[in-house]
């Protein structure tokens, strides 16, 4: 049963987390992961906001960031296995987060996703 699931990141004052459109070779990119075993899975590209490119001397290249705040459309699927009813699942959000003057090491927040399953006529053999 796929659906898409709203995610939006806030974002502190004079500070930017780099975009899912980040090239490789600078600042880490912000991915959408869920963990395997899960009653839910990825089920396409995670997409959002267009990010306001730069060139960063401190990375020596164009990067891609948002700033204050960003939404994403996650696509996700549930297990066909899934019992109704209410389950939890955990996605993770890699980020790197940077101001002006410095960069923190890059991190992983655990966003909590409460489902309430039901199964369509169909799925119920109806």
Not at 19 to 34: C, E, H, Y
Not at 46 to 60: C, E, I, N, Q, W
Request: charged fraction near 20%; include cysteine.
């Amino acid at each position: 049963m796929p659906f898409i699931a709203s995610l939006t990141a806030r974002i502190e004052e004079g500070w930017h987390v780099y975009a899912i459109t980040q090239p490789p070779g600078g600042p880490k990119a912000l991915a959408v992961r869920v963990a395997p075993g899960q009653f839910v899975h990825l089920d396409g590209n995670v997409t959002g906001p267009k990010p306001r490119s730069v060139y960063d001397l401190a990375f020596d290249m164009s990067t891609q960031s948002y700033e204050r705040s960003a939404s994403f459309e996650v696509p996700l699927a549930v297990e066909k296995s899934t019992l109704p009813g209410e389950s939890r699942a955990t996605v993770e959000v890699f980020y790197q987060a940077c101001s002006e003057r410095r960069c923190l090491t890059p991190a992983t927040a655990q966003v909590p996703l409460m489902l309430n399953v039901s199964r369509s006529k169909e799925e119920r053999g109806q």
